[in-house]
C-alpha cells in the first residue's frame, strides 16, 4: 500500500501528542463541514481505505464520490467531531451531525470513528459506525449559525 505522499503531507505529522491529537480532530471537522468532496478527499492517502457503515471504499475518486452522494442526500449538515483516545499514528473520535432529508424531517447521526494516519499525516483508514436517529426541528443543536464547537452536549449523549 502506497502510503507517502511528500507533496501533500498534512500537519500534524504522528507520532500524535494529546494537543496534535486534537488539533487533528477539528481539522477534520472543519474540513467535512465545508461538504466539498474534492477538498474533504485530500486529507485521505491516494490509496485510503475506508468503511462507512455497510460501504467499504478505497482510495479518493471512490471518496469523492461517497461524499457527493452523501452529502446530497444529508442535506443542512453540520458535524462535531470529539477526540476520543489517541496513539502513535492512530486517533479515534466520537461524533454527531444533524441533516434532514428530502422530505425536511431532521436527523443526528451518533458515531465513533477511528483514523489511521501515515507518516505525512494524511489518513491513509478511516472507519465508521453510526446510528440515525430522528429529531424535531426544535431539539436540534447544529442549527445554522450555532459554532458546533459551542454546543454543550450532556453526558447522556456521549
Not at 452522494?69 to 443542512?76: D, F, I, L, P
Not at 472507519?127 to 452536549?153: K, L, P, T, Y
Request: no cysteine; charged share 30%.
Amino acid at each position: 500500500m502506497t502510503t507517502t505522499t511528500s507533496d501533500q503531507g498534512r500537519p500534524p505529522y504522528p507520532p500524535f501528542t494529546a494537543e496534535t491529537a486534537q488539533i487533528k480532530v477539528k481539522a477534520a471537522q472543519d474540513s467535512w463541514n465545508t461538504r466539498d468532496p474534492s477538498k474533504v478527499k485530500m486529507g485521505y492517502t491516494p490509496d485510503s481505505i475506508w468503511r462507512n457503515r455497510d460501504t467499504f471504499l478505497q482510495g479518493r475518486d471512490e471518496i469523492q464520490a461517497f461524499l457527493t452522494k452523501k452529502w446530497q442526500r444529508e442535506q443542512g449538515y453540520r458535524l462535531r467531531k470529539e477526540l476520543f483516545a489517541f496513539t502513535d499514528d492512530k486517533i479515534a473520535v466520537q461524533f454527531w451531525y444533524e441533516w434532514h432529508d428530502e422530505a425536511g424531517q431532521w436527523w443526528r447521526t451518533y458515531g465513533l470513528e477511528d483514523w489511521t494516519f501515515a507518516p505525512d499525516g494524511l489518513m491513509r483508514k478511516r472507519q465508521m459506525s453510526g446510528n440515525d436517529v430522528r429529531i424535531a426541528d426544535a431539539d436540534r443543536w447544529f442549527a445554522h449559525g450555532v459554532d458546533v464547537n459551542q454546543v454543550d452536549i450532556s453526558e447522556k449523549h456521549w
